[in-house]
């Protein structure tokens, strides 16, 4: 386990549900290369705050790096629809950039 891991786990032990070390937890586990890890990460993030904008760009490309491609398309969905309330336009736009992209991937 790295440093920086084990950094995190603590600080979540101490604030479970916290967002921020959900996400940073499932990054970190990604970037190693655990996805099943990087997934529970994620889905215990959506369970707990639908409204973290991050998450669905990032679960998005997960679920498409394991070709669950409606899964996919329904997490930017999901994520586009959240974006727009929030008024993030910008995290609305790489979402919808990403669900055309796999949507038509010649374009």
């Known amino acids: 386990m790295t440093p920086r891991r084990q950094q995190l786990l603590q600080l979540l032990d101490s604030s479970p549900g ?4 959900l996400f940073a937890l499932a990054k970190d586990h990604e970037s190693s290369g655990e996805s099943e890890s990087a997934m ?3 889905q215990e ?3 707990t705050n639908p409204d973290y904008i991050g998450l669905y760009y990032h679960l998005g490309k997960l679920f498409e790096k394991n070709q669950d491609f ?3 398309v329904q997490t ?3 994520g586009i629809r959240i974006a727009k309330a929030a008024g993030d ?3 609305a736009a790489e979402l919808s950039g990403a669900l055309m992209e796999l949507e038509d991937p010649d374009e």
């Open 70 to 72: 409606s899964a996919a």
């Open 40 to 42: 529970a990460y994620y």
């Open 18 to 21: 916290d967002s921020f070390l």
């Open 45 to 47: 993030l959506l369970r």
């Open 76 to 78: 930017y969905k999901n």
């Open 89 to 91: 336009q910008h995290a």
